[in-house]
């Protein structure tokens, strides 16, 4: 099961004078009913990675698989019916009358009945937490920025993937509704046990939702593990051009001054609970 | 949609890229024009020695220029055929139930071919080599004096340069609203004409919504900077004939006396 990936490599435009090697040489295996983010600076090859996985781009060498179905040009239907697949900015591709429509497009391609599929689509706007009665009916074009992107996500999650990958989908939003899609991406994961890849470049994002953390320097496989690990290790995340999350520079910072303090909490809540107990055993002394 | 050669700017520091757009431009002119008039054996030889000169300074490479080929073939063989079965000059080569071939249209077949071989190579040489926007400012710059009989020069070259600059943008965001369509399983290979036309609005739409947004956008930046159309408006990049243009009108200039004494005494 999941997306197992071998020595995939792309390069992109071919025999012209503007090729490009984008991907080299990677293996690996993304595990079923998580949440992998795949990090990485810009241009690092996170987006390309991203659409093999539902065979919008074909490797130049080596293989891809999702779900032990091979990914090549005969199973892209099947490979598109457990992939759905949510690219930056989705809200760019609304374009029907109304919302229930615009949703509702994929499902109905497939050749089920417009009122199952009108069901359908009132469902997944409930999961995004879109009111199917007050927005439903409305033209996707007068929601707000934040509403039309969730409908655009329901849009994909109409059709009932198994796994779901999403380029950058906080980009561009305010922290409130920043907040509210990385709350729909653990609900999805949690509820619906979708497994989920998320690109993302904010550390303090996927510190908090990741189980595993992927990271590409130059389109290459640079580190791919736990948070924990990945996410405390300095050198190699500055290798790769990103950054420690904000809570593991003020712990480590911390530790200089507070001997004992343990450095590995990577997220808020972690150096809270990690600085508790350390004033706690101060006190016990 | 990544194959496109036609038309398309190859960066490079040849003495072509280097020359001012207007000498570039008329140069093309000026050999389009001569592959006409002097459409000899001898005056085709020049041409293409001009061409092969060109090339080869450019740096392009010929894979590109031949490549640029490509798109009109069909169009050439099209007429090579047409020419080859409708001229009947000369001495009868082949006489075979309606087909009749004969030398004079073989001459002119072989004729029309590497004429147009030759201008397409030489066009696509001038976009390969020149940059939309150079090209845009050398245009504005050589249709400057038409002013004078009110037709608005800067207007329209501005409105070329952006037509031009959203080019790529636009390709890129249809490239990036087929793929999330195609996600969700659109399809527009199969199904009746009505159905594949339908098949485009979920493509189309959002497209043309973008186009506009774009478009205001970019209105708006215009006016905070105060753009008020071309009047007295000057040039940050101002075009300069070089010594590189100097070497390339020379070479022009022995270029059309050869064509033109090849068509007088040949």
Redesign the interface.
């Known amino acids: 099961m999941s997306i197992k990936v071998s020595n995939l490599s792309y390069t992109y435009q071919q025999d012209t004078p503007f090729q490009k090697e984008a991907l080299y040489d990677l293996t690996f295996e993304i595990p079923d009913g998580q949440i992998t983010a795949i990090m990485g600076h810009t241009g690092s090859g996170k987006s390309t990675l991203a659409q093999h996985f539902n065979g919008l781009l074909m490797p130049s060498t080596g293989t891809i698989s999702v779900n032990d179905i091979p990914v090549t040009s005969k199973t892209l239907k099947q490979v598109r019916y457990q992939v759905g697949m949510i690219f930056q900015y989705p809200e760019y591709q609304l374009f029907d009358e109304t919302v229930l429509k615009d949703i509702a497009y994929g499902i109905l391609l497939r050749g089920i009945s417009p009122e199952e599929a009108e069901n359908k689509a009132k469902e997944a706007m409930k999961l995004v937490g879109l009111d199917p009665e007050t927005h439903g009916n409305r033209s996707p074009f007068d929601l707000s920025g934040g509403q039309k992107r969730r409908a655009a996500i329901a849009g994909v999650l109409v059709m009932e993937p198994s796994i779901l990958v999403m380029d950058e989908p906080a980009a561009g939003l305010d922290p409130e509704g920043r907040r509210e899609i990385l709350n729909l991406v653990q609900k999805l994961n949690k509820e619906k046990g979708i497994t989920v890849v998320i690109v993302s470049h904010s550390v303090e994002d996927m510190a908090e939702l990741a189980d595993n953390i992927l990271i590409l320097n130059r389109g290459r496989l640079h580190a791919f593990g736990k948070p924990a690990d990945i996410l405390t290790d300095k050198e190699s995340l500055e290798q790769a051009g990103l950054e420690l999350p904000v809570a593991t520079i003020l712990m480590q910072n911390l530790a200089k001054r507070l001997p004992g303090l343990p450095t590995n909490a990577f997220t808020v809540e972690g150096a809270v609970e990690a600085l508790i107990q350390y004033k706690g055993g101060q006190t016990n002394e | 949609m990544?194959?496109i050669?036609i038309g398309q700017y190859?960066p490079g520091n040849s003495i072509l890229h280097r020359a001012d757009p207007r000498t570039k431009l008329i140069a093309t002119i000026l050999y389009m024009v001569m592959l006409f008039v002097s459409d000899g054996p001898v005056g085709l030889a020049c041409s293409a020695a001009l061409l092969i000169a060109a090339v080869s300074t450019s740096k392009v490479?010929w894979k590109?220029v031949l490549r640029s080929l490509k798109t009109i073939l069909i169009v050439v063989i099209f007429t090579a055929v047409i020419n080859l079965l409708v001229i009947k000059e000369g001495t009868v080569l082949v006489n075979f139930w309606l087909i009749t071939i004969t030398t004079g249209g073989v001459f002119t077949t072989l004729r029309l071919i590497v004429r147009l071989f030759l201008l397409i190579m030489g066009v696509s040489l001038l976009t390969f080599t020149t940059t939309p926007i150079s090209l845009t400012d050398g245009i504005e710059t050589m249709f400057k004096p038409l002013n004078k009989i009110k037709v608005p020069v800067h207007d329209i070259a501005m409105m070329m340069t952006i037509a031009i600059r959203f080019v790529p943008p636009l390709m890129e965001?249809a490239g990036?609203?087929t793929?999330?369509?195609?996600?969700?399983?659109?399809?527009y290979t199969s199904g009746g004409l009505m159905a594949r036309v339908k098949g485009f609005?979920?493509?189309l739409?959002?497209m043309i919504?973008?186009a506009f947004t774009r478009a205001d956008q970019l209105a708006d930046a215009m006016e905070a900077r105060c753009y008020r159309g071309g009047e007295g408006r000057t040039k940050f990049n101002k075009l300069a004939f070089t010594k590189v243009d100097v070497y390339l009108t020379v070479i022009l200039c022995l270029y059309t006396l050869a064509m033109i004494l090849a068509k007088i005494f040949l």
């Open positions: 990544n194959n050669t190859i490479g590109l965001e990036r609203i793929r999330a369509q195609a996600s969700r399983g659109a399809d609005f979920p493509i739409l959002p919504v973008g």
